[in-house]
């Protein structure tokens, strides 16, 4: 996501939670970073791990996006994400739908990335800070469940600075335990 930078603020806002003003999903992040990974040398590539983001995930035609990337720039891309999904102070400033891990839109990103052997990698919070239940611990482990042929990297394990569920370690144990597609 990119920051909008509003008329009435004289400054550009250098991080997302610098001001009030609304995020977007930004789809050059995917060209930019292809042209950039492509500009290196063979031996910096080698240590670089591309995966393309710039898309919305609550839009049906992101997959459209992604095989575009990938006919566009073949050998860039080794996963996608970090997909950010249900993130607590990001999801209150993103303009649009929430996103979530089992979105109806993710079903065929999820197919891709199965069918390429390739991770995608969420940062979905379990909770919000202002509750101590897991309350959205349920949307990322649907998408697991209903796609067992992909691979997730839940980043953080769906915690965050703010975050106090008294089960989460129990939780996690019980998804890394239940589904061998998440790490």
Partial sequence: VIKKWNARDKYKPSYYLGN???????SQTDSIVAHQYLALTAEDQS???PFLCGFNPTD??????????????PEVWEGIGELLL???QLSMLTNGEQARANHPALHSVYELAAG????VQIHSDMGVASNREPI?????????KNAPATRFIWCHAGYNRGLVVPT????????????????
């Fill in 20 to 26: 009030t003003n609304r995020c977007y999903y930004y």
């Fill in 47 to 49: 240590r670089v791990h």
């Fill in 60 to 73: 049906k035609n992101c997959v459209n996006h992604i095989k575009r990337m990938f006919d566009w720039y």
């Fill in 86 to 88: 249900h993130r607590a």
């Fill in 116 to 119: 390429k052997n390739i991770p």
């Fill in 136 to 144: 959205y611990l349920y949307e990322m482990e649907e998408a697991i």
């Fill in 168 to 183: 989460a370690a129990e939780e996690i144990r019980r998804m890394i335990a239940t589904y061998p597609n998440i790490w």
